[in-house]
């Protein structure tokens, strides 16, 4: 209907009906100039031709043009309800009463790192606005989730839930299993139809999409959805805390990662790099503050490559540079609030909540993050370097971005600029054509830089990482373990030189709980995220005033080091290889 107006106008111009009208107007001009050649007086039809044409040129050039129909055919534009209505639309094959959970109980097991449990407390977060209940006990639970792990000890949990689900009594609910994050985005085939254990896999950013899973789960079918995101970061979704009474949290201010290093599969399971909006990280930081939270870790794969662009006044800050001989495969990122800005806002939330973040990667100290470090006393004087090899041509080959030599220069200048802090590193042995010599410079690294933490690994070749096109793991599995086992002893001998300095100093320590190893002591960490163990005795609230009181979880004391603890090795399992992954040195108070 819109273009009838332009029909009749063709019409009653005398233009061929369904003929174009540049067809149409060539077709006038040629029949013209033809009259014109062969006879220069006028027949009486051709004048009245001519003065139809004019009369038509003139009706179309007062009337409606091309933009007013297509603006008259545009839909108007939808507000902001209006778009969050058609979000929130349900499904229509599927009834309200399942969306909404009708009371089920979800049973949620959380393994790996710390971006699984905040995705964890995102997911509840979205489960419980939905209708879901929680409970810890199994026996009752209606679903299951089950985040990432080692992949050998996920397939055996798999099997054993699957057990329970088959020895469920028809009268009891049906028990669903699902596997969320990683680990499901990036094994979702042999997830779903290997022995068909699993009824429901979620990606790391389709955690929204849960009810609609579980509801589609509930006639029996598999549900999955694992679709990689451009730009969601949950903002909006302040996550719900696992232990409603702990004393430190979890805040994530960015998802994904752009390094593209070669062995690892991060960017292909949770995508590229995307920041949240700075006031909604203020917005959490507040809310766990009322909460009586007193440490938050700003969470990241790539944490101080913050970059906030939200708002449009945001993209014309300057951009910091790169750490000094360091450099990225993808072009400089311009605009945004970077993350020295976040740490100072995050920081002046709450004087009394120390700050942490990790993971960082070392192309990202600029001066102005290490200042603010030094400067501000509730931000941790403890960084994470990981370094993954001491030697330049395996640093090539991982895409790293710098050599051994900027890696050192960047670690004294952080020593320079904040006095006593405490240093910890990423280490991965048996890369891909690491030769012995490459070994050796690891294990010379280690000695020369002597951390307090650190964290090793034994190389395990992922799918779809750069490696497995393009390189080859041809280092035997007992070489890995003999050089893993070789740079762990080594960091347990520098650590505790590193760690006995501390010995007859004060720390200001946070209280995290009783020690595992005897009810008689407390445990906590010190500014530099090392574990003090002291004994639970009790002592003056504060000089000269005369009251006594025992330390409770979230308290901070001042615990002067008698003493060094040997280290302690955690072992983890990885695929056809067990290696220790954390080695953390204990200061003890005696």
């Known amino acids: 209907m819109l273009i009838q107006p332009l029909r009749h106008a063709l019409g009653a111009a005398g233009a061929f009906p369904g003929r174009p009208l540049a067809w149409a107007a060539r077709s006038e001009r040629r029949s013209g100039m033809s009259t014109r050649g062969a006879d220069s007086s006028p027949h009486p039809e051709e004048g009245e031709q001519k003065r139809g044409l004019r009369d038509f040129s003139t009706r179309l050039a007062t009337g409606p043009t091309l933009q007013h129909f297509l603006r008259n055919a545009s839909p108007p534009p939808e507000t902001p309800q209006q778009l969050t209505e058609q979000l929130e639309e349900p499904v229509p094959y599927l009834v309200s009463s399942i969306l909404e959970g009708a009371r089920r109980k979800v049973y949620l097991e959380t393994y790996g790192c710390q971006m699984n449990v905040n995705d964890t407390e995102i997911a509840w977060a979205i489960l419980q606005k939905n209708g879901y209940l929680r409970t810890k006990r199994q026996d009752e639970v209606w679903r299951l989730a089950a985040a990432e792990k080692a992949e050998q000890t996920i397939w055996n949990r798999l099997h054993h839930l699957a057990a329970l689900k088959s020895k469920r009594l028809r009268s009891q609910t049906p028990l669903r299993i699902g596997v969320l994050g990683c680990m499901a985005e990036r094994l979702k085939e042999e997830i779903l139809h290997r022995e068909k254990l699993v009824d429901i896999v979620a990606g790391p950013d389709a955690y929204r999409d849960l009810p609609r899973l579980l509801a589609v789960a509930e006639s029996g079918q598999q549900a999955a959805n694992v679709l990689l995101s451009l730009d969601e970061t949950y903002a909006d979704i302040l996550p719900v805390q696992t232990s409603p009474n702990a004393i430190s949290a979890f805040v994530s201010i960015m998802r994904g990662c752009d390094n593209m290093c070669s062995y690892c599969i991060v960017p292909f399971t949770r995508g590229r790099e ?274 006594v009181v025992r330390a409770q979880p979230g308290d901070y004391v001042l615990v002067k080091v008698s003493g060094n603890c040997a280290c302690r090795r955690t072992f983890s399992k990885g695929p056809g290889i067990s290696s220790p992954s954390l080695h953390m040195p204990s200061l003890c108070l005696h």
């Open 274 to 547: 995307r920041s949240r909006p700075l006031a909604s990280i203020l917005q959490e930081v507040k809310m766990l503050s009322d909460q009586g939270v007193k440490e938050v870790t700003l969470l990241g794969q790539n944490v101080n490559s913050f970059r906030d662009t939200s708002e449009v006044q945001f993209r014309a800050a300057a951009t910091p540079g790169l750490s000094r001989g360091f450099s990225t495969i993808y072009k400089a990122k311009e605009g945004g609030l970077r993350f020295a800005h976040l740490l100072d806002q995050v920081s002046r939330v709450d004087p009394e909540i120390r700050i942490r973040f990790t993971s960082p990667h070392p192309k990202d100290f600029p001066d102005e993050v290490l200042q603010l470090i030094q400067e501000r006393h509730n931000i941790c004087t403890h960084l994470h370097l990981p370094v993954q090899s001491g030697s330049t041509r395996i640093l090539e080959a991982m895409r790293r971005g710098y050599t051994r030599e900027a890696y050192l220069e960047l670690v004294q200048h952080v020593r320079e600029s904040i006095p006593g802090v405490s240093l910890s590193s990423d280490f991965i042995a048996g890369f891909c054509g690491e030769t012995e010599d490459d070994h050796q410079q690891t294990v010379s690294l280690l000695r020369q830089v002597r951390y307090n933490t650190g964290f090793f690994f034994a190389y395990s070749m992922r799918q779809k990482t750069r490696a497995y096109h393009r390189l080859q793991d041809n280092v035997p599995a007992e070489v890995k373990r003999r050089r893993l086992e070789e740079i762990a002893s080594v960091f347990r001998e520098e650590a505790a030189r590193a760690n006995g300095a501390m010995v007859g100093r004060s720390q200001l320590v946070l209280v995290e709980g009783p020690s595992k190893r005897s009810a008689a002591e407390l445990g906590g960490r010190s500014d530099g995220n090392i574990r003090v163990v002291f004994p639970d005795v009790e002592t003056e609230a504060s000089p000269g005033s005369g009251a």
